[in-house]
Structure formats: C-alpha cells, structure tokens
C-alpha cells in the first residue's frame, strides 16, 4: 500500500512538472509577452516597460527563464498578478477554499444521486422508467454547463425566487446576523451553484453506474447469490452493486477535470468567489500569470484526486492491494 | 413569407427525407451482406431511436448548408435598435429579437451553420491526429510507448476548457479558421489514448506478424494491416467528440474569446442575453435548446454506433 502511494505519488509530480513544461512552451510560442500585454497603453515609456521586462526575468535566455519558472511554482509564489497588484498565490488563496467547498458539496450530492439513480436504472432495465431517467440523464449530460446554470438562475432565482442569485452571503445582513443564521445563509447561498454542478456530474455517474450493474448482474456470484435464495433486494444492494461500486470509484478521478472545467462557468454565473470566477475575470484583464498558476493548480487537483481514486480501488479491492 | 423563402423550406425538407430515406433503403438491403460495415449498417438501422436521432442531424446539415436561403431577416443587420429591440416571440420573429434588434430565428439558423462546420472540422482534426499518435505509441511500444502516454496523461489532467482558455487569451482574437485548429490540436488526447490501446492489442495477431514475417516495412503495416482495424472505435469516438466540441465552442463564446460578433455562434447568441436574462429570457433560451437537441443527437448516434460495430457489448 506504501508502495504504491509512493509510486503514484511520484508519477503525479512527473505529471504536474509535464503540465507546467508544456504552458511554459505555449506561453512562448504564443505572440507577445506579459508586459506587452498588460501594459497596453501605447505611451507607456520605453524605459518601463524595460523595468518590468528586466524585473520579469523576460531578457534571460530561454533556459533560464525556464528554471525560474520552475522554481516560481515549486517554491508556490505562481509571480505577481498586475491586474490584482498581489502575488499570484494570494489571489488564489482566497479563491480555492471556495471552490473545493463548492466541488464536495457537489461530488457527494452527484455521487449519491447518481448511483441511486443508476441502481434503480439497473433492476428495472428496459421498462419505461429506465427509459425516462435514461432520456433525463442524457439530457443534461448534452448540456452546456453555463447554459444549464443561466436557467437555474433564472427559474430559482428570478422567477421563483427560492434561493440568491450570487455571491456566498447576503452582502447587507451577513453582518448583523447570529452564527446560527449565517450559516443557514451561506448554505442558502450554496444551493443553487452546487446544485447546477451536481445535476451536470450526476447524469454520467447515473450512466456508468446501470452499465456497471448490468455488467456485474451476468456473473456467477450474482447467479448463485440468486440460486440460494436471497431477495432481489439484498441479491443487488448487497451482492451486485458492492462490485459494480468498483468502475464508480475510477469515475471520481475521471470525472474531476470535467468538474473543474464546469465550476469556471458555474461560478462566474453565480458570482461564486472561487478559481472559475478568476479565471473568466482574467479573460479580460489578460492576467497571464494567474491563468498559469490555475492551470497548474487544477493539475495538481486532478492528480491528488486520481491518487485518492487509485487508493479508495487498492482499499475496496483486494486484488490491487496484493499486487502492490 | 415570400414565395422563394417558402420554396427553399420546401426544397431543404424534401432533401432532408431524400437523404434519410436513402440511408433507410441502403441499410435494409444490406441486412443480408456479408461485409461487416454493412452489417454495422444494418444493426444500427434496427435501432429506432439512434436512427431517429440521425433523420434530425440530418434534418439540421441540411438547414444549416440552405441557412441565408431560408433566413427571413439578415443575422446581422440592426434595423431599429429602439423600436425592434427586445421584442418577445411573436408571428414575425418567432423566437424574438435581441437587444440590436436582429431576429433570434434568422441568427439560430446562421448559428447552426457556423457550430456544426467549426465543430465537424475540429474533430476530423482530432481524430486524425490522435490516430497518427496513438498508432505510433502503440506500434513502437518500449520507451517511446512510455514517454508519448505519460504526455497524454499530462494534457488529459488540464481541463480541456482552460487549456483552451489560456491559449485563446496568450493569442487574442483567432479567425475562425485558428479556431478550428486550436479546438482540434486540444481534442486528440483521449482518441489517442483509445487508439494505442487498440494497436497493442492488434499488433500481435496473426495478420500481423504474417505481413512482418513476408517482410513488410513499418509504415506498411500500420497503414494497411492495423489502421483500417482501429476505425470503428474511432468512428464511435469522433461522433461523440463531435458533441463535446459544440459544447466546448459554444462555452468559448459565450466567454467571448471563441466566435466573436456579430458572427453568429449558439455560444455568444446565448452571452447576447445574459445581461437581460431575468426579462428577455428568449434570447438565452432558443440557442441553448438548439444545442441540446444537437448534442443529444450525437450522443444518441456515437452509443447507436458503438452497439452496431461492437456486437459483443449487445447482450448487455
């Protein structure tokens, strides 16, 4: 089990080091440099943009500015953001609790959904109400995420007025009220962000999960669970999905780029303060430092999460642990 | 509606059903052959819903290639930016106006046009390219195996729409047809990945290790003996990377860096409302159904393939 995590853990790292070669040759590759980006003024003198350009490091030869760069994000400085007049790190320091608060609510909401789901899917395959959750899920899984989180808002926010439109807490009364009521409202304030993302994962995990079970259901010990007697309850609750659990446990390493890439429109739709908000912000401003770091950021997530993946499979599933 | 505006409907209907009914017939009559594309064919024809899903992809090229002969207004043209502005759907502009005024109908139209072209082109890009990489992997193995798969493992950990969203702002404004390129050099990975599994697996059959033994050269191998053995799943593969790609672009534009205005794209036909959106909620809300309904029928025809050409999983 060490042995394992080690090894993992060191394929990760090579992983993370790839990711931030190959933004390091794009940002290259791409025409211009930060300080003729960010500076854009045309009567900005000469003799600034120098000073930056110098204090950038960009009049260093090539190989230097790549070990820099390295060592920016192995020491987690990430540069300095203009457009935030902060260290990179800063900004998404603030940023990130934010946005993992919103990823677990919604990883344990489309996990339980999902499988619930996918189960029900399963035992009554082919009758109309696989049909319909069947035509349910692939419509949400087709689509577009900022488009799914525009019709929640308007729908929930808008027109029922069931729950905030933006931000974590009610900027006014947040102040005044007592510990019991702001947590209430910044739970108030979640439902609508984690909700939208959930509904976006739940409709894959509900697929993958009647494929796994249906999968699980041709297989001896399922027959012989059967052959001796057991209800069909206890035959697929405890027999056939402790199995078909198996592929689900790879799905939350798959599913957290999808997940990451949903929450930068989610968010932004919500005015929810995470990365997904920085990054569409920086879209703007041209803030090339911050969009590296989170590129980097968010592989470092997935990698940790495909590690936690690969441990929950090695704990559930003897037969990994024992080859090591 | 003007006389040639109503011929044009007719005439994109009646290809529509010209092409399906074609596709219906070839498939039946192939029910018997022996060859197994044809026999692909004819399993996919057995699923009504898959092919029901195609009639409406169908239905959409077609609407999509007649567009400017079908269109009752310009998609771009702003008659009365105050008078026309906002209009809610009615019998001249069945899905609304926008905030300049232009008919939502006309720009879906138009739209349909630029989402699916951009979106076939990128993936025929991909799926070319993630062929060629991961047939190398997999053929050569070893070392070059090893170091080509842990770079796919690299780009497949970055979210493709970040990556996208990084490259699109370090370029600044691409024409459409850079856009093209940077959706297709972004949507490789995964086939790659797929492929190389496939060429593993295929390199050590009997075909091959025949053609190796009568002294062919690697090239040879690979472009007659194994490539035409890894189509189907990248056929599969493709159809469904064709859905991902509408999303992808449509997500681009709405943020703005992908097709810009006054083009139309669905992605900035829906950026166009979201200002408004609690009041003039049509103009968010058409091109986002327009591209669920796309989506979903790929989706529906990549699973409907990958019954047809992999009979094994059938019995699932």
Redesign the interface.
């Known amino acids: 089990m060490i042995a394992l995590l080690l090894r993992r853990l060191a394929q990760g790292v090579v992983i993370v080091w790839l990711v931030a070669t190959l933004t390091f040759l794009l940002l290259h590759a791409a025409p211009g440099d930060p300080v003729s980006a960010t500076l854009t003024d045309p009567l900005t003198p000469p003799a600034v943009r120098e000073y930056w350009t110098h204090r950038l490091g960009l009049d260093l030869p090539l190989h230097q500015q790549y070990l820099h760069y390295l060592a920016s994000i192995g020491s987690g400085g990430f540069g300095f953001s203009f457009p935030h007049h902060r260290p990179v790190s800063a900004v998404l320091a603030e940023a990130l609790p934010n946005t993992l608060l919103l990823m677990a609510v919604a990883i344990a909401i489309a996990f339980a959904a999902g499988i619930v789901i996918g189960v029900v899917q399963a035992r009554r395959k082919g009758r109309p109400i696989d049909w319909g959750l069947s035509i349910g899920s692939l419509f949400f899984y087709s689509m577009p995420d900022f488009w799914l989180a525009l019709m929640m808002l308007l729908v929930f926010a808008y027109w029922l007025r069931l729950f905030p439109a933006s931000g974590m807490f009610d900027p006014v009364m947040y102040g005044v009220m007592g510990p019991w009521a702001r947590a209430v409202d910044r739970l108030w304030h979640l439902v609508l962000p984690a909700a939208t993302l959930a509904l976006l994962v739940t409709a894959g995990v509900a697929r993958f999960q009647r494929a796994a079970l249906l999968e699980v259901a041709r297989e001896d010990f399922t027959r012989t669970a059967r052959a001796k007697g057991l209800g069909e309850r206890a035959v697929v609750w405890r027999h056939a999905l402790r199995n078909a659990l198996l592929p689900v446990i790879t799905l939350f390493g798959l599913a957290l780029p999808a997940l990451l890439g949903g929450s930068v429109f989610v968010e932004s739709v919500f005015s929810w303060p995470g990365m997904g908000t920085l990054t569409v912000n920086a879209i703007s401003t041209r803030d090339y430092q911050l969009l590296t770091a989170v590129v980097i950021v968010t592989s470092v997530l997935v990698v940790l999460g495909n590690l936690v993946a690969d441990l929950l499979y090695a704990w559930a599933d003897p037969r990994v642990r024992l080859e090591g | 509606m003007s006389a040639g505006r109503a011929a044009a409907w007719v005439f994109s209907a009646a290809i529509t059903v010209a092409l399906c009914l074609g596709l219906e017939r070839a498939a039946r009559r192939s029910s018997g052959d022996a060859g197994p594309w044809r026999r692909a064919l004819a399993r996919f024809h057995d699923n009504r819903v898959a092919m029901v899903a195609l009639w409406i992809v169908v239905a959409a090229c077609v609407v999509a290639a007649l567009a400017p002969w079908l269109v009752p207004y310009s998609p771009t043209a702003t008659p009365d930016i105050v008078a026309l502005k906002n209009l809610p759907p009615s019998a001249a502009h069945p899905l609304g106006t926008d905030f300049a005024s232009r008919d939502v109908f006309s720009r879906l139209l138009y739209g349909a046009r630029v989402s699916l072209s951009i979106a076939l082109l990128a993936i025929l890009l991909s799926a070319t390219v993630g062929t060629l990489y991961g047939a190398t992997a997999g053929y050569y193995g070893g070392r070059v195996d090893a170091v080509m798969m ?2 796919i ?11 996208l ?3 699109l ?4 404004a691409l024409p459409i047809a850079a856009l093209i390129l940077v959706l297709g050099f972004t949507g490789w990975f995964g086939v790659s990945r797929l492929v190389r599994a496939e060429v593993l697996s295929l390199k050590e059959r009997d075909m091959v290790v025949a053609a190796r033994a009568l002294g062919a050269r690697d090239r040879e191998i690979i472009f007659r003996h194994i490539l035409p053995n890894v189509l189907s799943p990248v056929v599969v593969a493709a159809t469904l990377g064709i ?1 991902n790609v509408i ?1 992808i672009e ?2 681009l534009s ?4 992908g097709v810009r205005p006054p083009l139309p794209s669905w ?1 900035n036909m ?1 950026q166009d409302g ?1 200002s408004q ?2 009041t003039v ?1 049509w103009v ?2 058409f091109p ?1 159904l327009a ?2 309904a796309t ?2 029928a790929f ?2 025809i990549g699973d409907g393939l990958r019954d047809a050409l992999d009979p094994r999983q059938l019995d ?1």
Do not use: K, Q
Request: proline share 2%; hydrophobic share 65%.
């Open positions: 842990r770079i493992d690299a780009a497949l950990s970055i979210p493709r729409i970040l990556l969203i990084t490259l702002v370090l370029w600044g859905a999303i449509a997500g709405y943020l703005g860096i992605g829906i979201v959106i609690a909620w968010s809300l986002g591209i669920i989506v979903m989706n529906i699932g």
